[in-house]
T-cell receptor, first 116, second 114 residues
Framework: GAVVSQHPSWVICKSGTSVKIECRSL??????MFWYRQFPKQSLMLMAT?????????EQGVEKDKFLINHASLTLSTLTVTSAHPEDSSFYIC????????????FGPGTRLTVL | AQSVTQLDSQVPVFEEAPVELRCNYS??????LFWYVQYPNQGLQLLLK??????LVKGINGFEAEFNKSQTSFHLRKPSVHISDTAEYFC????????????FGEGTQLTVNP
């Protein structure tokens, strides 16, 4: 199946700094990428949907100025958590879809962010 | 809008016992249905999906699920579980429209005990 990678797999940063997480589709072109966050013992919460070359569509309650999403190419999307605070600590997961007949989403392995 | 309800947050079973993880959904339009598994600190892996056709869907690792349109259910089953099946399982639905978002249930923690 299609492979999606995320980098880094985990990151620890100080409060007030910014962190960039990369999501790459390794063997297909991702027309749409999704960003989720997951708190411990909870389900995935969709943060935003991004289409290559377009501005991301954010879900209600997600601050677009805090969570900057860039989808500059068909194989790369980035999520930047700006001025991170401890409450931003979470597991961030991306997924990508190729626009095939039924548009299966392929998930990355996730990035564990810890803000001190 | 779609919604998904996973009726059991935790399911403990003994090794080699059968298991059923329940999932009900609500939608005003036709949807695709999915089951994903998540091991600790990892992303989601697709177990199986229902797109159309036969209502009994077979997936990886010996899992299967049956789509029941009248009951709006998509329960996941395995006749004999292993210790390695211990994980979090998520049911999800998506509209058939291209690029549509997935809506996830709250998840069911399956714990297989020796």
């Amino acid at each position: 199946g299609a492979v999606v990678s995320q980098h880094p797999s985990w990151v620890i940063c100080k409060s007030g700094t910014s962190v960039k997480i990369e999501c790459r589709s390794l063997d297909f072109q991702a027309t749409t990428m999704f960003w989720y966050r997951q708190f411990p013992k909870q389900s995935l919460m969709l943060m935003a949907t991004s289409n290559e070359g377009s501005k991301a569509t954010y879900e209600q309650g997600v601050e677009k100025d805090k969570f900057l999403i860039n989808h500059a190419s068909l194989t790369l999307s980035t999520l930047t958590v700006t001025s991170a605070h401890p409450e931003d600590s979470s597991f961030y997961i991306c997924s990508a879809t190729s626009g095939s007949s039924y548009n299966e989403q392929f998930f990355g392995p996730g990035t564990r962010l810890t803000v001190l | 809008a779609q919604s998904v309800t996973q009726l059991d947050s935790q399911v403990p079973v003994f090794e080699e016992a059968p298991v059923e993880l329940r999932c009900n959904y609500s939608s005003s339009v036709s949807v695709y249905l999915f089951w994903y598994v998540q091991y600790p600190n990892q992303g989601l892996q697709l177990l199986l999906k229902y797109l159309s056709g036969s209502t009994l869907v077979k997936g990886i690792n010996g899992f299967e699920a049956e789509f029941n349109k009248s009951q709006t259910s998509f329960h996941l089953r395995k006749p004999s579980v292993h210790i390695s099946d211990t994980a979090e399982y998520f049911c999800a639905v998506r509209k058939e429209t291209s690029g549509s978002r997935l809506t996830f249930g709250e998840g069911t923690q399956l714990t297989v005990n020796p």
